[in-house]
């Protein structure tokens, strides 16, 4: 898996989503900007984003994620 496919994966199973991604092999570090984590806790967006990315965890292809989660106000703060 490269961090196009991380991207294309997020961005197509996430609502109203834009990602960052970065890294190769098995390793990645991702920033997620979407107004679906409006309301959510941190470990909240955590686990929407994992569970998007369950089956490539499960099966190998990613193996570790370091990841920022982000409303796009919060994106435009930065």
């Known amino acids: 898996m490269n961090a ?3 991207k294309a994966l997020l961005e197509s199973t996430i609502n109203d989503c834009k990602v960052i991604a970065e890294g190769e092999g098995c ?24 569970s998007h990315l369950q089956d490539a965890i499960s099966s190998g ?5 370091t990841m920022k989660t982000l409303t796009p106000q919060q994106y435009s703060a930065q």
């Open 4 to 6: 196009s496919e991380v």
């Open 27 to 50: 390793n990645f570090s991702i920033v997620v900007i979407s107004s679906e984590f409006e309301g959510m806790s941190t470990v909240k967006r955590q686990q929407l984003v994992y």
């Open 61 to 65: 292809a990613i193996h570790a994620v």
